[in-house]
């Protein structure tokens, strides 16, 4: 299989593709608007990004893609609607950089409340001002409200109650039973965790349901001088409320994420928000880490591996849950060539479609079992025929499902 590797990409994993027998083609610098150039000139059947967008036109550009890979968790900088009309799968590598963002967010919490870049800033500018930031909240025993319990969230709670701080978290699929396990206290909604909390970190991900979560409204509910962290997208958090809520509110954030990013690694970003006094900001950085990225090559270099021996696809995000097939179509017959294309026949001659087959080789090899899963029911004539049709059919039998 060729790989195209479109961002950068730890030696290992490039290593480990390699020993896999992939040919691969390293081209992290490529800029997303010159994707589709890159995938048409080497036609790779799998595509490995980081952040880097890949776009409809990318996806169409080249004939031998069936798979892309996002090295990281998020994957709204992917087309993933037009891959899915294409017959592409999508992978992502969950969880791999969990320990590194709740890092992070300790850090960003760290930030609000001892206004570390503050202080570092006027020592570089030759400003000695002991009483201004003597001034501290602290965090032992103040309550961090976290939105979104995933396995993000999960790290960012426990590093929270090392440093003695209590935990309140919302999540769609936390029960009060998960919560008690996890020793936090249970949030019904966003906004009972913005009213409750002393700070509060967002770890979500990126969809319409969540695009700016954090709104005016969210922002009206939290406790004056309260502190907001946001390490998962930049559209989570509507940066004009926040900006506002910063200014007539005392709210400080830390912000690893932002609307309107730079497309690359570098370039100007004039963003207002960060201008903001209170606001410290980082650079998209959250699962930056060599542990972090390590551990996203082994699970890409897994990902591809397993793909290469099955043809499944691990940590896929694409495919459907349930197909629309109706009835399963089980059809016992002799391992000889032919069968199926009689079967398949039959069935487009009744315009019933085909959403899945498994097909289960008895040992020696000479029988079959084909469960056929159908959008509908073939009418008793059609299945006659299949049955008739072809001597190495053994049984036929209808169910639905």
């Not at 992070?104 to 930030?111: D, N, P, Q, T």
């Not at 909390?197 to 309260?226: K, Q, W, Y």
């Not at 270099?301 to 097939?325: C, D, H, K, M, Y």
């Not at 109706?326 to 017959?333: A, M």
Request: with cysteine; glycine share 10%; charged share 20%.
């Amino acid at each position: 299989m060729k790989v195209l590797i479109a961002d950068k990409f730890e030696k290992v994993g490039v290593d480990g593709l390699k020993e896999l027998g992939c040919t691969v083609v390293a081209q992290p610098d490529v800029k997303a608007e010159e994707l589709p150039a890159a995938i048409k000139a080497a036609d790779p059947h799998i595509l490995i990004v980081r952040s880097k967008k890949v776009s409809a036109e990318a996806l169409k550009a080249g004939t031998a893609l069936t798979l892309v890979i996002r090295a990281g968790a998020g994957i709204d900088t992917i087309d993933v609607t037009t891959a899915s009309s294409l017959g592409v799968f999508v992978s992502n590598c969950p969880g791999k950089n969990s320990i590194a963002v709740a890092e992070l967010v300790m850090g960003l919490l760290l930030s609000c409340d001892r206004r570390i870049p503050d202080q570092v800033a006027d020592l570089r500018a030759g400003v000695w001002n002991k009483g201004e930031y003597s001034k501290a909240p602290g965090l032992h025993g103040r309550r961090l409200g976290i939105v979104g319990l995933g396995q993000i969230g999960r790290e960012i709670a426990e590093r929270a109650r090392a440093f003695g701080m209590r935990v309140i978290a919302w999540s769609r699929s936390l029960t009060h039973e998960e919560a008690e396990r996890l020793g936090v206290v249970y949030a019904q909604t966003p906004l009972e965790v913005a009213r409750l909390a002393d700070a509060i970190t967002v770890n979500v991900s990126a969809n319409a349901d969540t695009r700016h979560l954090v709104n005016a409204e969210f922002l009206a509910a939290m406790r004056p001088g309260a502190y907001l962290i946001n390490t998962s997208r930049g559209s989570v958090v509507d940066e004009a409320a926040l900006e506002q809520a910063v200014r007539e509110k005392g709210i400080r954030a830390g912000l690893d994420v932002f609307e309107g990013e730079p497309a690359g690694g570098t370039g100007t970003f004039g963003n207002a928000i960060v201008k903001a006094p209170g606001v410290y900001g980082t650079h998209h950085v959250g699962a930056s880490t060599d542990q972090a990225q390590v551990a996203i090559a082994h699970e890409v270099i897994r990902i591809v591996q397993t793909f290469q021996a099955t043809g499944e696809v691990p940590n896929v995000v694409n495919r459907l849950a349930r197909s629309s097939a109706t009835h399963v179509l089980s059809i016992r017959h002799r391992n000889r060539p032919g069968v199926l294309a009689h079967v398949f026949g039959v069935l487009a001659g009744g315009a019933i479609n085909v959403e899945e087959v498994e097909n289960i080789i008895y040992h020696g090899a000479q029988a079959t079992l084909a469960r056929i899963h159908l959008d509908g029911v073939p009418d008793g004539g059609a299945l006659d025929r299949i049955r008739t049709g072809n001597s190495d059919i053994i049984s036929v039998e209808l169910s639905e499902i």
